[in-house]
């Protein structure tokens, strides 16, 4: 079965640091891999995601990750962060073609102070 | 930009009732969503539907649950009698093609925060 792991549940830190949110995943078959982001009072909005190619995605925010299979990560990067990144982060996979549900991980607050 | 949205944003209810939640999803998506979130929990998968029909459900989706799509625009999830672990936060989502074979993506709604009493 799919599952996925954000081993850090809140990562504080301070503008204008660089950021890595940490997302491990296991299953058996190919996946597709997801990063979301819910700003507070908000719905999940997509950052970016791995279907297939180039291991290194960019997506929205200045926010990039790196698929990597060999240690089934999906690390979430941002070189420098703003006051208004300040959100919860999810990552979640699918499994390629045969279902569409996404499996989420338990989310990373990320606090990043003045 | 066209988005998901979800009413009421918070619902209270007494343990035993009906609860109804609704969802509007972005107007040419074909394919419906729930999933939930206990507090301090994952976000879980609960069902997908397309076609009027449920396409996937997991185990959490029992015969207390139902989805209903009862006209071109709403997307309804409906809770016969309500349990206190029914509390969570409800997300509806939508996407125009099914996600395993297309570079479509799952479109949140804001949630419905239903607290069970």
């Known amino acids: 079965a799919q599952s996925v792991t954000q081993l850090d549940s809140q990562v504080p830190v301070f503008e204008e640091a660089p950021v890595e949110l940490r997302c491990n995943y296991s299953?058996?078959?190919?996946?597709?891999l997801f990063w979301y982001v819910q700003y507070p009072n908000q719905g999940l909005q997509l950052l970016l995601k791995?279907?297939?190619?180039?291991?290194l995605v960019k997506g929205i925010n200045g926010f990039e990750a790196e698929f990597n299979k060999s240690q089934t990560s999906f690390h979430l990067r941002k070189p420098s962060v703003h006051i208004s990144d300040t959100a919860e982060y999810f990552c979640?996979?699918?499994?390629?073609?045969?279902?569409?549900?996404?499996?989420f991980g338990t989310g990373t607050r990320l606090q990043v102070f003045p | 930009e066209p988005e998901v949205t979800q009413t009421p944003s918070h619902q209270v209810t007494q343990m035993g009732q009906e609860v109804i939640l609704r969802c509007v999803p972005i107007?040419?998506?074909?394919?419906f969503y729930w999933y939930r979130q206990i507090l301090g929990q994952k976000v879980e998968f609960l069902v997908s539907?397309?076609?009027?029909?449920?396409?996937?459900k997991s185990e959490i989706f029992d015969d207390q649950f139902s989805v209903e799509r009862p006209d071109g625009s709403n997307f309804t999830l409906k809770i016969r009698s309500t349990k206190l672990e029914d509390s969570a936060m409800y997300f509806c989502?939508?996407?125009?093609?099914?996600?395993?074979?297309?570079?479509?993506?799952?479109?949140f709604g804001p949630g419905t925060r239903l607290t069970v009493l």
């Open positions: 791995y279907l297939s190619g180039s291991t």
């Open positions: 979640a996979v699918s499994e390629s073609g045969n279902t569409d549900k996404l499996i």
């Open positions: 107007s040419n998506h074909l394919y």
């Open positions: 299953s058996s078959v190919s996946v597709y």
């Open positions: 539907f397309y076609n009027n029909e449920i396409s996937e």
């Open positions: 989502a939508s996407t125009m093609g099914p996600t395993i074979y297309s570079t479509d993506t799952q479109y």
